[in-house]
């Protein structure tokens, strides 16, 4: 049997991705409001206004969940809603909110484990600075504290904050997710060691305050090399490949993971950022890594996809291309199953936290056939072959104790907008209407199964 008896099966969700009903009872704006509007910022200028409307209809949302099998449910709770200027006054008709969510959720069996912070970052705060501003760490504990005082009584499973590499990097030096700056590197490595802060702020807080013991940890970008085959120098060659900082720039593992797990940053980063033109260096000051380093209870890891490597010259890895026509998604992101066993394998064995896969999945062409079904097979073999490759690591000796399908249904793909469908849930943006597709059928004979009928 390749997964535990305890293993956990859920599928995730974010805020801003479908909750819509964005100004609501109080809620205050994110950073998303202004950058939707930005012209050309997003597909067609769509926005997370109305999203999937599950603000009205989460009811009728943990229903189909629930058809469907679901042990866990991972979704995060909007920091405007709950704080609409981001700090001190608190709105409580966003709070109760999630309360009527997990309430639900619990009463349909489904575990619910909660992100604090998915991007929707207060616009009142980014106007002082957003994470380029030290008080960041203290705002987000703040906002941390008011939630786990009021959830943690049935919420016991925590995440502070979602994918750092994708809100910093493509958020402060990019710009093509909100709030769309382009600061060179000396400022997204502020930025970053203030986020890294306030996750280990939350930690602190989340331990102290909650109500039931609690189990904590974050979701970071698994950026997966995975060995051409299984050779020992193929296999040293992914392990540097993804452990190694090669590049003056933010998209790697270990500028966030080593700081929060090993409590410092690594050595190789900090003298090529150094020797970077604009000088890059984390604003280190005393308490800072010990703060950062608070003990976590589980790794998560969101890995859609990862570049195959082998054992160069001198062992150095070398991505080797794929050939013409290598199968790729609806966004063009290539197919490549074996990610799903190496880079929970490789991050396991440096970190030694439990792992669980905290988003997988893709977007596909789907729509509403003439039987009124939603026919995906695409969905249902990718994630087969996946969670096969996942297998494979557990039975490597990977710690890895649960699956979030990413996503329960269609939402607002950031700056694709509602063009790429990821959902096991088929959303029809005019209507609303939700209709489960055959991947979500599928999942549930897998979640039965715990995986033996895969
Ligand atoms: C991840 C994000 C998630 C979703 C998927 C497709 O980077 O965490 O919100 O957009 O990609």
Known sequence: M?????FLWGAATSSYQLEGATAADGAGPSIYEPYCKRPGATFMGHSGEVACDHYHRFRDDVGLMKQMGL??????VSWPRVMPEGVGRVNPAGLAFYDRLVDSLLAAKIEPWATLFHWDFPLALQHRGGWFN?????WFADYAGVVVDKLSDRVGHWFTINEPQVFIKFGYGDGTVAPGLKLGLDEQVIACHHALLAHGRAVKVIRARAKTMPTVGWAVVGRVDYPMSETAPDIEAARRGMMEITEPQLWNNTWYGDPVVL????EDGLKLFAADATKARPPIQPGDMELISQKIDFYGLNIYDGQQVRAGTDGKPEVVPFPPGHPQTAFRWFITPPCLRWGPRLLFERYKVPVYI???GMSNIDWVASDGAVHDPQRIDYTRRYLLALAQAIADGADIRGYFHWSLMDNFEWAAGYRERFGLIHVDFATLARTVKDSGWWYKTIIESNGASL
Do not use: I, K, L, Q
């Open 71 to 76: 042990r866990a449910y991972r979704f995060s």
């Open 263 to 266: 409590g410092h940053y690594p």
């Open 358 to 360: 905290t988003e997988n």
């Open 134 to 138: 030290r008080d960041s760490a203290e």
């Open 2 to 6: 390749p997964f535990p008896s305890t």
